[in-house]
């Protein structure tokens, strides 16, 4: 079995590139690429060092080429054949051609998104994302976000590069009838989970040192919630996560319960915003007579959008979201 020092070791050797190279480049796990060379021969023309892999660019747009019919629906197998069939069979090595025909160069350059989605000017990790999402290639997909937020943090992973795919596979959706609903919610679960997975537990300082989240009765779109949970406690901040259409009742035993400083309430539509329960819990008081305390309602999503809140704070971006947590945490 091949290690991953034999594909990433002494990647300047061979003139070619790396399996690990070739899969951050495709936006797909260097196991990915291991599995089509050894089920559908999509391997280099060629090896360097023994076992060593080096891919030439001819090599590399066979791989993009597989990407592009596959994330277009293709069965896999049958996505290999044509992608051997349109390679190139005079590319020698890594050298191309002295006047490569337009009509083969062509094709390659339009599908280096791989995706079939119209992503627009977005992080490279977008392309990789949308590809791995739409081949439900989860080992890839994992991986890809779980960079994602190593790399840039919450924050910017959910706004630059999660949620445009996720907004770029909705719109692909919504086009398509239902043909590619289950991209969709395959890419969810996903982000949910490498969202919890991102997250860790924090205790609380303090008893009222507490964020409580939760989406308002008939409210079911939980992901939102889930990473300004995670992003909470990316900066230490401990959170109470009650999820989706928490009963109006449950919510007042919870906040009575846990005396939290901040309560985030989410609504995606206007119909589900509740302001009488918003400002009923804003209104809470608890704690002895001279020390009574309230948490602060921040009222979350678009579902809010209208005439403001008197008291009640309205953070309209993640980053603004959690920086209103910060402030009325005690300190």
């Not at 002494?10 to 291991?34: F, I, K, Q, Y």
């Not at 391997?43 to 990407?67: F, K, S």
Request: with cysteine; glycine share 12%.
């Amino acid at each position: 079995m091949e290690t991953g020092t034999n594909d990433d070791g002494d990647a300047g050797r061979g003139g070619g590139l790396t399996t690990g190279e070739v899969a951050r480049r495709l936006g797909v796990a260097p196991t990915t690429v291991r599995t089509w060379d050894r089920r559908y021969g999509l391997g280099p023309d060629a090896h360097t060092g023994g076992r060593h892999r080096r891919w030439t660019p001819a090599d590399v747009a066979r791989l993009e080429r597989m990407c592009a019919l596959t994330a277009n629906g293709l069965p896999p197998a049958e996505a290999a054949r044509l992608a051997r069939e349109e390679a190139p069979e005079d590319t020698e090595g890594s050298r191309p051609r002295a006047d490569p025909p337009v009509r083969r160069a062509e094709p390659r350059r339009s599908s280096r998104a791989g995706s079939g989605l119209r992503l627009g000017d977005v992080r490279q990790e977008c392309k990789g994302i949308a590809r791995a999402a739409l081949r439900l290639d989860a080992p890839a997909l994992d991986a890809l976000l779980a960079d994602a937020i190593e790399e840039h943090g919450m924050i910017t992973a959910w706004t630059e590069v999660i949620m445009p795919t996720l907004q770029a596979v909705g719109r692909k959706w919504e086009s398509s009838g239902d043909r590619y609903v289950e991209v969709e919610h395959f890419l969810s679960w996903h982000v949910s989970g490498a969202l919890r997975r991102g997250a860790r537990p924090v205790a609380a300082g303090r008893p009222d040192g507490v964020a409580v989240l939760a989406c308002v009765p008939g409210e079911s779109h939980t992901l939102p919630l889930e990473v300004l949970a995670a992003a909470l406690s990316e900066r230490g901040i401990p959170v109470r996560m009650f999820g989706g259409a928490l009963p109006a009742e449950s919510l007042v035993a919870a906040v009575r319960r846990i005396g939290p400083a901040v309560v985030g309430l989410w609504a995606q539509a206007r119909s589900t915003a509740s302001r009488p329960l918003a400002q009923h819990v804003a209104a809470m008081e608890w704690g002895v007579r001279g020390a009574r305390r309230r948490p602060v309602v921040l009222p979350l999503g678009p579902g809010w959008a209208g005439a403001p809140m008197p008291g009640l704070p309205r953070p309209t971006s993640l980053a603004e979201a959690v920086a209103a947590v910060e402030q009325y945490m005690p300190g």
